[in-house]
C-alpha cells in the first residue's frame, strides 16, 4: 500500500575518446586488436544508432531546464548527504542497484531532478495550512484494518454487512483483495504520513478509532477503512522549520499533474527554438507532424482524389 516516489536514472554519453597508446596511433581509433580496429566515427554511428535519440532530448532537455531555472551546487550538495545519511554503509551499494556509475554520475542525476521539480512545482499552490497539517501528521501514527474490493459496488456490499455488525475481520478474509492483510483480519499496523496513497491517508487522518470509513477509492482499488488506534510518533521528527523543505516537496509529488508537467516542458523546449543538425534526429523536438507525416498526409490526400 505504500506509495513510492522514484527518480529516473539518466544516463549521459559523452564521446571525446582518443587513442594514446603512442604518438603515431590513429587518433580517430578507440580500439586496436589483431581483428581489425574501430574508429571514432564507427562507434558514434553505433552509439547514435542505438541510444542516441533519448540520450540527445535528455542532454538538450538539461540545457533548456538550466536556461530557465537555477539549481546551485548546495542544493545537489545537500541531496547527496540526505542520502548518506538515510543509506549509511549501503550507499555505494544502493548506487550500483540503481545503475548509477558513482557519486558524479549521481550528482547529474540529482540536478536534472532538482531542475524538473522547479519546473513543474512552480505553477504549484502549497499554502501554510497544508504544510503544517502535514506536519502535525507526521507526529501521529495511526495503526487500522482495511478491506480493499475492486469497485465501490462491491464495497457498498461490505460496507452494508458491517453497518448491520458483522466482523470487520471475517469479512476482509472473505471479500478483501489485499493478499497481504485479508489473511490477517486486514491488519495494517501503524503507519505515518507519506507511508499510504493521498486518500487512504486522508481518510484515516480524519477518523475517529473505532470508527469505520464509507468507500475511499483509490488507485488500487476501493477500501474500507477502520481505525483501531492512534498514538504519538516515537521518533523525534524534529522542528515544523527543520522539515518544512521535505514537506513542500512531497506534497508537490502529490499534487503534479504528469500530464501538466510533460505539456510545460514540452512548452519550455518550443521556446527554446531547437533545431537539430543531425538529419536523423531533427524533427525530435518538433511538436507538429514531422516531414515524413506530412509528405504520407499528402500521398494519403491524393489517392482520396
Not at 502549497?126 to 480493499?148: C, G
Request: charged share 40%; hydrophobic share 35%; glycine share 6%.
Amino acid at each position: 500500500m505504500k506509495k513510492i516516489v522514484t527518480v529516473a536514472t539518466i544516463f549521459i554519453a559523452i564521446l571525446g575518446l582518443a587513442a594514446c597508446s603512442s604518438g603515431k596511433a590513429d587518433p580517430d581509433v578507440v580500439v586496436e586488436s589483431k581483428a581489425g580496429d574501430i574508429t571514432k566515427d564507427e562507434f558514434y554511428d553505433q552509439m547514435k544508432e542505438r541510444v542516441g535519440e533519448s540520450v540527445l532530448q535528455e542532454m538538450v532537455t538539461l540545457q533548456v531546464l538550466e536556461d530557465n531555472y537555477e539549481v546551485d551546487e548546495k542544493m545537489v550538495d545537500k541531496e547527496i548527504d540526505s542520502m548518506k545519511d538515510e543509506y549509511g554503509d549501503q550507499f555505494e551499494l544502493v548506487l550500483q542497484q540503481q545503475g548509477v556509475e558513482d557519486e558524479d554520475a549521481l550528482r547529474d542525476v540529482i540536478r536534472f531532478s532538482l531542475l524538473w521539480e522547479a519546473a513543474v512545482s512552480e505553477d504549484i499552490e502549497i499554502t501554510e495550512e497544508e504544510l503544517k497539517e502535514k506536519y502535525n501528521r507526521m507526529k501521529t501514527e495511526i495503526e487500522a484494518q482495511h478491506i480493499l474490493v475492486e469497485d465501490e459496488k462491491a464495497a457498498k456490499k461490505v460496507k452494508k454487512k458491517l453497518d448491520k455488525g458483522e466482523d470487520f475481520g471475517k469479512l476482509a478474509k472473505k471479500y478483501s483483495t489485499d493478499e497481504g492483510t485479508k489473511d490477517n483480519n486486514g491488519e495494517l499496523g501503524y503507519f505515518s504520513t507519506g507511508d499510504m496513497v493521498k486518500e487512504f491517508e486522508d481518510a484515516a487522518y480524519e477518523m475517529e478509532v473505532g470508527k469505520i470509513s464509507d468507500p475511499v477509492v483509490s488507485e488500487h482499488g476501493v477500501h474500507i477503512i477502520k481505525v483501531t488506534d492512534k498514538r504519538e510518533t516515537e521518533e523525534d521528527i524534529g522542528s515544523f522549520e527543520d522539515n518544512k523543505e521535505d514537506i513542500h516537496r512531497e506534497i508537490v509529488n502529490q499534487k503534479v499533474d504528469f500530464t501538466e508537467a510533460q505539456n510545460k516542458i514540452d512548452s519550455l523546449m518550443e521556446d527554446a527554438k531547437i533545431e537539430v543538425k543531425i538529419d536523423e534526429y531533427k524533427d525530435l523536438f518538433k511538436t507538429g507532424p514531422s516531414d515524413k507525416e506530412e509528405k504520407d498526409d499528402k500521398k494519403d490526400d491524393k489517392k482520396d482524389e
